[in-house]
């Protein structure tokens, strides 16, 4: 942008100066930043990714063991028991803790337990 055009920015004149980010936006893109809910249902071992937000787990045929990534500061993870059976373990990475253990297990159905990231940790909110 050259001096011109920037000064423009500031004296409340017309100013068609834009840029595009090098990569373009899909879908998934757009929907994170509207700040849409994946809601992903499970049924076996799973390790959650950035694209996750809502794990309806069904323990029917047996337990399910539900990994959380490394500790990101801020993000969030929310775990439901969908279904009747067996129960829920929530590991995290190593070397991370969840609740200050090596693993939480929940085995009533409807139990829904958020968990956000803090430094080396996964918390229960």
Same mark, same amino acid.
């Given at each position: 942008m050259n001096d011109q055009r920037e000064s423009q920015l500031y004296g409340?004149?017309?100013?068609?100066? =834009?840029? =595009?980010? @090098?990569?373009?936006?899909?879908? @998934?893109?757009?929907?994170?930043?509207?700040?849409? +809910?994946?809601?992903?249902?499970? +049924?076996? #071992?799973?390790?959650?990714? @950035?694209r996750? #937000? *809502? *794990?309806?787990? #069904?323990? @029917?045929?047996?337990?399910?063991? *539900?990994?959380?990534?490394?500790?990101?500061?801020?993000?969030?993870y929310e775990v439901v028991k969908a279904a009747e059976g067996s129960y829920v373990s929530v590991v995290p990475t190593n070397p991370d803790s969840v609740l200050w253990n090596e693993e939480v297990r929940f085995y009533n159905r409807g139990t829904a337990i958020r968990f956000k990231a803090t430094t080396g940790n996964w918390i229960a909110i």
């Open positions: 409340n004149a017309e100013n068609f100066e =834009h840029y =595009h980010t @090098s990569e373009p936006f899909n879908q @998934s893109n757009v929907a994170e930043l509207q700040g849409a +809910t994946t809601v992903n249902p499970v +049924t076996g #071992d799973y390790t959650l990714t @950035s996750d #937000d *809502i *794990i309806l787990v #069904d323990t @029917s045929s047996g337990p399910v063991v *539900i990994t959380l990534p490394e500790a990101a500061q801020g993000r969030e």
